[in-house]
């Protein structure tokens, strides 16, 4: 390891013996990847809280009740809006917004 704590990999044989991580994934913000955007229309929403359950990031927590996407990790993926049975969330392009 170099004094400013990174990791040197040169070559093969610098690899570790064992996958490794740089951080827990609160340091991946997954919302980089996104291209689509979900968007929660708060006169649909029954606060069932299925939103929640599924997205598989973690990335909606609770706010005044309702359901609230942090962005910062939400990827886009879709999954809430599929399962929100009241069709409460609407996907949309990045661009657009
Ligand atoms: S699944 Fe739909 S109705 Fe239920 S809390 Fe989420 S957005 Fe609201
Ligand atoms: S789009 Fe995917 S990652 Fe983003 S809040 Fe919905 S389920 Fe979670």
Redesign the pocket.
Known sequence: MAENNEVELNCYEDLPDSPVTMGTSLVFK??DW?T???LIDREKCKKCGI?WK???????REHDDYPE???D???????????CPFDA?E?VEEESL
Do not use: S
């Open positions: 997954t919302g996104r689509m955007r979900p939103c599924f997205c598989p990031d973690m990335a909606i996407i942090d962005y990790y939400c990827k886009g993926c879709g999954i809430c809006a599929n399962e969330i996907m």
